[in-house]
């Protein structure tokens, strides 16, 4: 299952992130592996909005597609 | 040289001081450097606005603004311009938005890590109290180790405070007091560099200070150890000094949702552009305009001027005609530039001073991001594109904030080709309005489709892959008003500025050419390509020749010429697909290079006078 799995006010864990550069921009802004998001948004066939308290970032589809996450309580 | 709405200040200060601002994207640095050193520099809410180093003097002390950035690093121009600048500080004001702390605070440790003395600016705590989120200040402090003040910037809350404790700037607690593995690594580089910034940023895998040290021996690539014990250093900060209040739900919020959900967001932006239609398009460029350059300027001001040189020098002359003749540099360059271009360019950007300035800007990004990357760009460049309506000069600048050379190139060559700045459009808009939906539609249409065309051409033939969307999205905040004037006021003297002397040297030249007879010998040698091929008037071609000096005033040159709305409509298609401006060029070659700006030039002009004929065979 990946990011773009995944539906307005989903909360879930981030469970990998294959793409290097994506893993260290994610880490600065607050988001790793392991980390609880919300999916705050999803744009069809565009981009997937995740919310980690306050902040908001929104990832491209391609990207998106590279994170793989699971449900909370999923382990 | 000053271009659109940049301040661009000297970099090189004598002092004993280096104070430099450092922060993420959009946190309101450049207020604080606007306190502490009394430059106004344009403040937005949109990452990418400061581009360029501004500095001022603080007493003894030199300060710097730097570009906003998530790390140190090289991941792009900006972040490259800010790490040199912050390398080199001797006190590091850390603006932080305080909304935002797991975000900002990865930025803060990484300066503490990097050794240097910091004081932390908390700032937007106005936001905080508005989220119901509450900091312990106390903890905070002794958990970074540095001196922390809590700042509202925007209302001038904190900033006095700030200003007096900036001496208190001290080194604060790194990553590396609790990891003895990665303590040891910075040592041995350390031993070599002399100097533990370089060291850190060597095994952070930075390339341009790696290179500086051409002697040292192989360095083990540690920037994601390193980025991960970061991180899980920060989330344990923000665990324990940040607590919420979570049954709050505001009207901010919802509108900033609703932006991003499609149902609701395209009807909103539909609904925003019919309203700059409205108001650019029919108050400003006929009612305002109306006004200003009929009544004031055609109506009293060219008349008293014309008397005056008629009773002085002479009309009838050389000197004469220069000064006050059909195309006058007192009277023609003079109306064009206050009567008719001013309005429109102030009330382009006081509705861009608001749009940056709420927060909408990056959820348009969001919007439009499936449609850009099917022309080889990522939402993102809606930004420049935007800006481009605004004036591509500037807007060609902040391509930079775009991933690869690749989205530079096809973002520059479009901006140059289909994207009409507000002088112009703000021309083009008082033309076109007077037409039937018709005729707007196909300008619109054509504009378009020339767009997407050129985009996706260039999206085939370039080599490469472009980068994916990743953006911050700010919360969605009322301007203030203040702000939006200022900074309107700003961007509208930066036009004045620039685009006053080359129109004065343009009306000049029109005239020597008119006097010489190279204008009739252009008109009647272009007439192939304006009558037969365009189906304009002969007389169009003067339009066309100013173009080639801004287009804006070759829009403006048709103004006074007798048009059926066709030929107002090819006439427009042509002239907005037409070259670029003279500063635009110039930008254009100091960002990328002459042959790649020269390839544009002569590509705007084939394929403006091809799609002006096609239109004129197809459609009329």
Redesign the interface.
Known sequence: MTLVDMTHGNKFIIDKIED?D?????????I?EG?EIEC??L?????V?LK????????????AEKISVKKKGMI | MSHCGQTEIDTELQADKKIVLAGNPNVGKSIFFNYLTGIYVSVSNYPGTTLDISSGKMGDAAVYDTPGV??VGS?NDEERVARDIIMSADIIINVVDA??L??DL??TQQLIDLDKKIIVALNMMDEVEK?N?SIDLEALEKELGVPVIPTTAAKNRGLDKLKHSIDQATKGNSIFTNNQELAEEVKNVESETGNKADALMILEEDENIRSQYSSLKTVPAL??EI??A??QR??QITDQV?S?DQNTSQLARKI??YM???VTAIPMLLVLLYIIYQFIGVFVAQTVVGVTEELIFVENYEPFVRNIIANTIGLENFFGQLLAGEYGILTMAVTYIFGLLLPLVAGFYFLLSILEDSGYL?RI???M??LL?KIGL??RAIIPMLLGFGCVTMATITTRLLGTKRERIISIFLLGLAIPCSAQLGVIAGLIAQLDVFYILVYVLTIFAVYVLAGTFLNKVLPGESS??????P?IRLPDLKNVFNKTYQQTAAFVKEAGPIFVLGAALITVMQKTGLLALITRGAEPITVNWLGLPAETATAFVMGIIRRDFGAAGLTSIALTPAQITISLITLTLFVPCIAAMMIMIKERNFKESVYIWFGSWITAFITGGLVNLLIF
């Open positions: 290097k994506t893993r260290l921009q994610a880490l600065r802004f607050g790793s980390s705050a948004g744009m069809p066939g565009g981009p909005i980690k308290n306050l902040q908001e970032i929104a990832i491209g589809r391609r990207t | 998530y790390g991941i909304s935002h797991e975000r990865f930025l989220n989120i920037r994601e980025y991960t970061r991180r920060v989330d940040l919420y900033g949702a991003l959900k499609p990056p990004a969001v919007l991001d499936r990357q990522n939402g994916d969307l990743l953006i911050d999205l919360p």
